[in-house]
C-alpha cells in the first residue's frame, strides 16, 4: 500500500533552517501533485509548497523562503526551510495526489495520501 513518511522536524531558532523529507513507499509520485502542508492546533490545514511536472506553487508566507524539490530516483519529496520564524510553528504533512498537476487552492481534498506529520517549533 502507498505509505507517506515525514522526517526531519524539530525545534529551531528564528533565522535557522530544517529540511524536512517525505518518504514515499507503494507507488511512484514523481508524475503527479505532491505538496507539504502545515496546520497550527485548531486551525485548518493550509499548503505552503506544492509540485508537479515542471512547475511549483509556494504561498505567500513561505515564499523566498521555502524550496520543494523531488527526488525521483530516491522516491522522496522535501522542503528546504531557510529563515524561519516564530510563525512558522506548526505540524507539517507532506501529501500526494493522483493528479497530474496541482489544481488551484491546494485543497486538502485533492491529496490521495498523506503522512502521519511532523513538528516544526521555531523560537524567537
Known amino acids: 500500500q502507498v505509505q507517506l513518511v515525514e522526517s526531519g522536524g524539530g525545534s529551531v531558532q528564528a533565522g535557522g533552517s530544517l529540511r524536512l523529507s517525505c518518504a514515499v513507499s507503494?507507488?511512484?509520485?514523481?508524475?503527479?501533485?505532491m505538496a507539504w502542508f502545515r496546520q497550527a492546533s485548531g486551525k485548518e490545514r493550509e499548503a505552503v509548497a506544492a509540485i508537479w511536472p515542471g512547475s511549483t506553487y509556494y504561498s505567500d508566507s513561505v515564499k523566498g523562503r521555502f524550496a520543494i524539490s523531488q527526488d525521483n530516483a530516491k522516491n522522496t519529496m522535501s522542503l528546504q526551510m531557510n529563515s524561519l520564524k516564530p510563525e512558522d510553528t506548526d505540524m507539517y504533512y507532506c501529501a500526494a495526489s493522483y493528479r497530474t498537476f496541482c489544481p488551484y487552492g491546494l485543497r486538502t481534498g485533492t491529496f490521495n495520501y498523506w503522512g502521519q506529520g511532523t513538528q516544526v517549533t521555531v523560537s524567537s
Open positions: 507503494g507507488y511512484s509520485f514523481s508524475s503527479n501533485c
